[in-house]
């Protein structure tokens, strides 16, 4: 395995050559064909320009687009699908992704390379798909075809890292809430890891549905219903820049920016509650444009109303971002139209009723958001007055930065979006300021910079990035218009690489800023890493936990191990950031056990400690050891004291009941007074 | 082109009734349980509940997909929420009652509400044989690179380690039970159970296979003291100057003591 993935320079110079013998061949077979196959329009009863796929949309509103829409099937619906060149960017898609799995393998086993293996296997996915979608010689099938199929290769991207369990964050939380759903045959069952999670079952009844039903896993479960997901994310996503721009081109390539956003890849891809919330909210959103075009068509209220409802109980934020797009859509067409009639203001005016009656049930989910928010506050409060530096951008906080050229691209990805986004508004404002959504959309793109300023903080950064892929629905569209715009000076040959240039660039800067270098390939293990410290002896920690000590005991010990503990373990650790009073962090950094450890240790009703001996060994990749909120947090020069871990040994009282190489668990119910 | 009137409805009750038969009886076929059980959630209730409500409605098949696999999943968002009121909870009967009940109405309703010049418009995918070999080659490539996936990942949970753990033992008064739990290599060790200075028990060459679980009760002498812990020490036979695991357990001091009894039980895991 060694020698195979230590000459990567020849692997990849072979999948070159296949890549290349397999589109010549492809070609020359369907070469003749393309000759005789007449060029059709590229969807039903649009206006299309035949053989460019372009729609003269000029002074058409979105009801007149409707009308055109709603047309019988053209006559290239009645005639049989082509696939043009699927089949070969299918297999270009096998290819990338076996160079991806080759980089995960030579993560695993330390082997140089493994980087630019990922980089070149990602770009495999990802490009030669994109120019496909991009050209204008695609139909409008072959484009949805390469959408799903670059939308499915970018999951496999992710499920290829983790192809047995569950190794993100946020998957442990899901697991947990499946695990109890299951047991207890109800939902909110309160959440270790989460403090809000369980009040948003959306995900878990939809796994809970699918395990019961299809006698599938835990994790194939959540990876199926995952999959499918996305899968109705991109059509859903594709459908509205249609209807909004009404050329399956430019709806393309805005679907495509929107896969290069920087959430997509990785974690948005988690068995986590946010992946669920986006199709939904893309699949409502559609629905609400249908709506408005037809407004006395009730089907797509219907749909609109069951989706925001739906979406309220599945992922608050994702909930909160439609709405407010519904409201501000609103605002828009009553401007506009000087009227609320025929625009969004029923489905706003529900999801904010939907919202307002969840809190009923959610209203802890206000402190939840509130917190982030005021320390990010508060830290660009301190920055802004000099009290603390601001947060170096791609360092992690062990030190380390991703390579140079990542970070200039990267840089160079962001910068494009900024130049994009006045160009594509110049266009909108032209061409298509009649049409409300788009000008909201182009209203929320405006607000842009904002969310990648914040990547400044450190308490900012989280909050950046994911408001960075919400509003991306609407920086895609009209990033993607600008860059259409903009191919226009040169040459017609030279704007298809232009265009699949410019994307790329910014799915690679997408790809980089949207998850941490180190977490990205798997490997060996690391200190407070999240997927990179899942390794065999937590799991053997928390199987044995749940053997032996029965479900349910108070843990005490860091970010990693409670994961496991809760999850796999079926425990309660204690987590003051999942809302438990106490935060037994300082336990663990003291180097003396004494009265104040004692009494925290009791507050929290602890009745194990799990201490892992390799907190000492390196600084915490995601910033902390044990909670966002503990001393020295996103700033640790150094690891944790070993004397300070090892404090607990020898204590008269304190049980030591287990060891394995890295991870000793004590009893502490004799001196916590939490005897059975 | 077809031109089928109900086929659809056909083919949604006869999957909908599979999955509810084996899920009523109890069907220990995966493949058959997932096959059926998989779009009862994720399609089939959508698809449904737009046949009943919309029945003369033309569909573009992309719209018609995406409709189907959103209300499916807001469906069983929402009827998740409807089950857990119910005294049976989340449960197989109750999802596969709801989930084809509601599938099950929703198609009948439609046969009944479709006009008669209602058609279903399929499309046919031309297929040339060169597409079929490129694409039988992409999932190939695909396989492989699963299967490359599949074997990186194992990376991720080996070695496995060994480990030592002691607990007082509820079943058998005054005693403890102690376990070793060998990792991924057959190793022999040597297990010394201890109070202050006083040896209990001693296993001076215990082998072990990979991954095998070996497990005892010991029973306590009376002269254990709140002094000194009832100490476990395990050492692997070629390193017998340190333990290579340590645990132990603070007994308040025995009362009634009995004489030191074993009871010894291996697991393969």
Not at chain 1, 83 to 105: D, E, K, Q, S
Not at chain 1, 305 to 322: E, M
Not at chain 1, 571 to 584: H, I, K, L, M, W
Request: glycine share 8%; net charge neutral.
């Amino acid at each position: 395995v060694h020698n195979v993935v230590r000459d990567l320079r020849r692997y990849v110079l072979f999948a070159v050559v296949l890549f290349g013998a397999v589109l010549t061949v492809h070609w020359g077979f369907t070469s003749k064909l393309r000759s005789r196959r007449s060029e059709g329009p590229t969807s039903s009863g649009h206006p299309y320009t035949p053989h460019r796929g372009v729609v003269d949309s000029r002074n058409l509103s979105v009801e007149r687009i409707a009308s055109t829409v709603a047309a019988p099937p053209s006559v290239e619906e009645r005639t049989a699908v082509e696939l043009g060149r699927f089949p070969a960017l299918a297999l270009t898609t096998a290819i990338g992704l076996l160079f991806v799995a080759l980089a995960y393998l030579a993560g695993h086993t330390e082997t140089t390379g493994a980087v630019h293996l990922f980089w070149v296997g990602i770009l495999t996915v990802f490009v030669p798909c994109a120019a496909r979608i991009i050209s204008s010689q695609s139909t409008r099938t072959e484009r949805i075809l390469l959408l799903v199929l670059l939308g499915l290769g970018l999951y496999l991207v992710k499920i290829f890292h983790s192809p047995v369990g569950f190794t993100f964050y946020d998957e442990f939380s899901n697991w947990r809430s499946v695990n109890d759903i299951v047991k207890s045959q109800q939902l909110f069952n309160t959440n270790p890891l989460h403090r809000v999670s369980h009040l948003y079952p959306g995900l878990p009844a939809v796994v809970t549905g699918t395990m019961n039903i299809s006698g599938l896993g835990i994790f194939p479960s959540g990876i199926i219903v995952i999959g499918i997901a996305r899968v109705t994310l991109i059509l859903a996503t594709y459908l509205v820049f249609e209807q909004l721009t009404s050329t399956s081109r430019t709806a393309g390539i805005a679907t495509l920016v929107f896969m290069a956003n920087p959430t997509f890849v990785f974690f948005n891809a988690q068995v986590a509650y946010e992946s669920l919330g986006w199709p939904i909210a893309a699949i409502t959103m559609f629905a609400a444009v249908k709506h408005v075009q037809r407004p006395k068509d009730p089907l797509r209220l219907v749909v609109a109303v069951v989706g925001v409802a739906a979406l309220t109980v599945t992922h608050h934020l994702t909930s909160y971002a439609l709405v407010a797009l519904l409201l501000l859509w609103t605002g828009v067409h009553v401007i506009h139209k000087r009227t609320l009639r025929d625009g969004p203001a029923l489905i706003a005016l529900l999801g904010v009723i939907s919202i307002l009656l969840w809190f009923l049930v959610s209203s802890s989910v206000i402190e939840y958001v509130r917190l982030p928010i005021g320390r990010a506050a508060n830290e660009l409060t301190q920055v802004l007055s000099g009290e603390v530096p601001s947060r170096q951008l791609f360092r992690d906080y062990a030190g380390h930065m991703p390579p140079f050229w990542e970070r200039a691209i990267a840089y160079a990805g962001a910068g494009v979006v900024l130049l994009g986004i006045p160009i594509g508004l110049w266009r909108i404002w032209k061409r298509y300021r009649s049409n409300t959504l788009l000008v909201a959309l182009a209203t929320v793109a405006l607000a842009y910079p904002l969310p990648l300023g914040l990547r400044f903080l450190v308490y900012g950064n989280e909050i950046g990035n994911r408001t960075t892929g919400h509003m991306f629905f609407a920086v895609s569209l009209v990033f993607a218009i600008a860059v259409i715009t903009a191919a226009r000076v040169l040459p017609s040959a030279a704007r298809l690489v232009f265009i699949t240039g410019i994307i790329a660039v910014v799915f690679v800067s997408g790809v980089s800023t949207g998850w941490a270098h180190w977490s990205r390939l798997s490997g060996p293990y690391l200190v407070a890493a999240d997927t990179r410290s899942v390794e065999s002896q937590s799991i053997q920690v928390a199987v044995w936990a749940r053997d032996e000590l029965g479900a349910g005991n108070r843990f005490a010990t860091d970010r990693t191990n409670r994961q496991r503990l809760a999850s796999q373990g079926e425990q309660d650790p204690v987590s003051f950031t999942a809302g438990d009073t106490v935060d037994t962090s300082s336990v663990f950094f003291s180097r003396e056990f004494g009265p104040i450890e004692i009494e925290a240790l009791r507050v929290g009703g602890i009745e194990y400690l799990v201490v892992d001996r390799r907190l000492a060994s390196g600084l915490p990749m995601v910033g902390f050891y044990f909670e966002p909120g503990e001393d020295n947090a996103y700033r640790h020069q150094t690891p944790v004291a070993p004397d300070a871990l090892a404090k607990f040994d020898g204590v008269q009282g304190v049980n030591r009941i287990f060891e394995t190489k890295d991870i000793v668990v004590y009893d502490v119910r004799a001196v916590t007074n939490e005897a059975p | 082109m077809k031109h089928l009137r109900s086929i659809d409805l056909v083919v949604v009750s006869a999957v909908t009734l599979l999955s509810f038969t084996v899920t009523i009886f109890g069907v220990d076929n995966t493949l058959v349980r997932a096959t059926s059980g998989l779009p009862l959630v994720l399609l089939l209730p959508g698809y449904a509940a737009l046949a009943a409500l919309f029945p003369s409605r033309r569909f573009g098949a992309i719209e018609r997909l995406v409709l189907s696999i959103g209300v499916s999943i807001a469906i069983t968002i929402l009827g998740g929420l409807l089950i857990h009121v119910t005294p049976w909870g989340l449960q197989h009967y109750s999802w596969v009652s709801l989930l084809g009940g509601l599938v099950l109405l929703g198609t009948a309703v439609a046969a009944v509400r479709r006009s008669d010049n209602f058609c279903l418009t399929m499309q046919s995918i031309r297929f040339k044989r060169v597409d079929a070999f490129v694409l039988g080659l992409a999932l190939t490539v695909l396989v492989a690179g699963g299967a490359v996936a599949v074997y990186a990942a194992q990376y991720q949970y080996t070695p496995d380690y060994a480990s030592l753990w002691m607990l007082p033992s509820e079943d058998v008064e005054n005693s403890v039970r102690i376990g070793v739990r060998n990792g991924s290599w057959a190793t022999t060790y040597r297990l010394r159970i201890r109070t202050g200075d006083e040896t209990i028990r001693e296993w001076s060459s215990l082998s072990l296979e990979e991954e095998e679980r070996w497990e005892v009760t010991v029973s306590l002498p009376s002269e254990i003291t709140e002094d000194n812990p009832v100490e476990a020490l395990l050492y692997v036979e070629d390193h017998l100057v340190e333990p290579e695991f340590h645990v132990y357990w603070w007994f308040e001091g025995i009362k009634n003591a009995d004489d030191i009894s074993l009871s010894i039980s291996f697991q393969w895991t």
